[in-house]
């Protein structure tokens, strides 16, 4: 088995959290597959997956992806290069740091001038605003 270089890790992400591509929630629209399977690598652990690639279309565009579990509920996204590209020249880079402050506004309480990562707080945002700023491309 050997990696699929076309595609590049995005993000991973929760079932329905919001994320853009290209202005379009992916969750607002149907998947469509050929099932054709892509190795891509695990961000985290550097192990091979095997993922579908999909598609979703508006009346504008047709965007690619590849997708697939990582753990129960959680998706690992994977686009081209050159989509990414694409984005970054418009939002800037996502850098490590970036996501990781990102998460960290979104799901976090401030006490005492200290951050804390709330997980039941985190879990219940996802269900409670499945739109979430700062996952776009």
């Not at 565009?61 to 590849?66: L, Y």
């Not at 418009?90 to 005492?112: A, C, L, P, W």
Request: charged letters at 35%; aromatic letters at 16%; hydrophobic letters at 30%.
């Amino acid at each position: 088995m050997t990696e699929n270089l076309d595609w590049k890790f995005y993000t991973s992400i929760a079932d329905s959290q919001y994320l853009e591509i290209s202005g379009i929630d992916i969750w607002s629209l149907k998947w469509n597959t050929e099932y054709e399977k892509i190795i891509v690598k695990d961000p985290l652990y550097g192990a091979l997956k095997t993922f579908n690639k999909y598609w979703i279309k508006n009346d504008n565009e047709t965007i690619e992806f590849v997708a697939g579990e990582f753990s129960n509920c959680i998706w690992g996204i994977y686009l081209k290069p050159d989509l990414i590209e694409k984005h970054e020249r418009k939002y800037g880079k996502r850098t490590k740091e970036k996501v990781i402050s990102d998460f960290k506004k979104q799901y976090s309480k401030s006490d005492n001038n200290k951050d804390k990562f709330s997980i039941l707080e985190f879990i219940k945002n996802l269900f409670r605003n499945k739109k979430t700023k700062g996952n776009t491309v």
